[in-house]
């Protein structure tokens, strides 16, 4: 088993930043996925960004592209999650998701691909 937990969701103004951060303990697996998904309330959750872990292919929704970055840290075995220029449309539950194979880029956007999900954080983005 592979436990995800993430943290650095809060409260930001409009055009603001946070950092969340995926900490990944348990199992762990040379060749994977992480994935970034965000649910906002009373819509489906959605894929924000992804990296393949061994090679560091990113991929971005084109809601965050050039907005937010995705990146790992080997040492720690966490994933992060920089986000600039936030939105109020930002905001949503954050989860973090794990799979052990490298995904295809069509794949890493499907939530039935990855075997492991995080319990969330909230990031608030007020206008």
């Known amino acids: 088993q592979v436990q995800l937990v993430e943290s650095g969701g809060g409260l930001v103004q409009a055009g603001g930043s946070l950092r969340l951060s995926c900490a990944a303990s348990?199992?762990?697996?040379?060749?994977?996925?992480m994935g970034w998904f965000r649910q906002a309330p009373g819509k489906e959750r959605e894929f924000v960004a992804g990296?393949?872990?061994?090679?560091?292919?990113?991929y971005y929704a084109d809601s965050v592209k050039g907005r937010f970055t995705i990146s790992r840290d080997n040492a720690k075995n966490t994933v992060d999650l920089q986000m600039n220029s936030l939105k109020p449309e930002d905001t949503a539950v954050y989860y973090c998701?794990?799979?052990?194979?490298?995904?295809?880029?069509?794949?890493?956007?499907?939530?039935?691909?990855?075997?492991?999900w995080g319990q969330g954080t909230q990031v608030t983005v007020s206008s």
């Open positions: 348990g199992r762990t697996f040379s060749s994977r996925t």
């Open positions: 998701a794990a799979d052990r194979r490298s995904l295809s880029p069509q794949a890493m956007g499907v939530m039935a691909e990855y075997d492991y």
């Open positions: 990296i393949i872990w061994n090679d560091g292919i990113r």
